[in-house]
């Protein structure tokens, strides 16, 4: 027998329904034992049910782990990302939330989160029960095992457009006491500011921590569409580094950024590029990348 309902359902969830839903379409628990017993079904836990006797795809997965958690579970941190769109991260583990003190079932492969910052629109209003993008990348963030991983997970999804940086920061402003807090402002002040809030300034600071001669910044060249603005400039050496914000992953700008390095290399000048979370998160390997070709350069100078 089939069940036209049902089938339409499972179809919108990845071919997966829960016994509630079923239920609630007018079956008994014995027609839905009767589907399971014939094999036109199959249980996958306490409240899942596939449609069919394959596999789970990725989104039926999600729609499991919420069911079988059980309460007001919804996907958040990275799953809730993954379900966004984010593409390029993987996680061991499928990532659950859930309002502090609720009763819930743990699952075999998915953490669950009891979170006190749970609000009513925290969760979308249809379909996957999932947190909102934004709110998910900063528990992601909170989650994350390291500050490296934890910036990736803002940086990311900024760069594949599922949210802005101003809605981050929005969402990030409710969190008041975590270890990770500060750090995670700096980031934010980059994703949102782009170079202005690192800048030169502090690039500088570096270069004189490590005895290096302090650039000139700011330097205005002349190029085919009309005026370059350099970041840093060694004009005794014809040495520059770009450091860029989070802008400059816009397919459009880095098309541009192109055509301004190839126009410095090819009248001379060699030409470092430095994301600014780069500089963040692996300053020691940046910087010496610049002592490396200061090194070179003044050598060649002497010669």
Not at 2 to 31: C, F, H, K, M, N
Not at 60 to 69: D, G, K, P, S
């Amino acid at each position: 027998m089939r069940y036209p309902d049902v089938e339409r359902l499972a179809a919108d969830q990845s071919g997966v329904i829960s016994r509630r839903q079923l239920y609630s379409l007018g079956l008994t628990r014995w027609q839905v034992k009767a589907q399971l017993r014939a094999g036109r079904w199959r249980s996958h836990g306490r409240q899942t049910i596939a449609v069919h006797t394959g596999t789970l795809d990725q989104s039926a997965l999600w729609w499991r782990a919420v069911w079988e958690v059980g309460a007001d579970a919804a996907l958040d941190g990275v799953s809730a990302l993954q379900a966004a769109g984010l593409r390029g991260f993987e996680a061991p583990v499928l990532q659950v939330s859930v309002s502090r003190g609720s009763r819930y079932r743990k699952l075999p492969g998915v953490r669950v989160y009891e979170t006190r910052r749970r609000k009513p629109d925290d969760v979308l209003g249809h379909g996957l029960p999932r947190v909102r993008p934004e709110i998910a990348a900063v528990r992601a963030a909170l989650w994350a095992v390291t500050n490296r991983q934890a910036a990736l997970l803002w940086l990311m999804p900024i760069q594949q457009r599922i949210f802005g940086a101003e809605a981050l920061s929005e969402a990030f402003s409710s969190v008041k006491r975590h270890r990770r807090r500060a750090f995670l402002r700096t980031v934010l002040a980059d994703l949102v500011n782009g170079v202005q809030s690192m800048g030169e300034l502090d690039f500088a600071r570096m270069c004189r921590a490590r005895g290096l001669p302090e650039p000139t910044r700011q330097v205005v060249r002349r190029g085919p569409n009309g005026r370059i603005y350099l970041d840093v400039y060694w004009d005794q050496w014809g040495i520059v580094v770009e450091i860029e914000g989070a802008q400059h992953l816009d397919p459009g700008m880095a098309i541009s950024d192109a055509l301004r390095q190839n126009h410095l290399f090819v009248h001379g000048d060699g030409v470092l590029r430095i994301p600014v979370i780069g500089l963040r998160l692996e300053p020691d390997a940046f910087m010496n990348q610049v002592a490396r070709l200061l090194a070179r350069c003044r050598r060649a100078a002497a010669a």
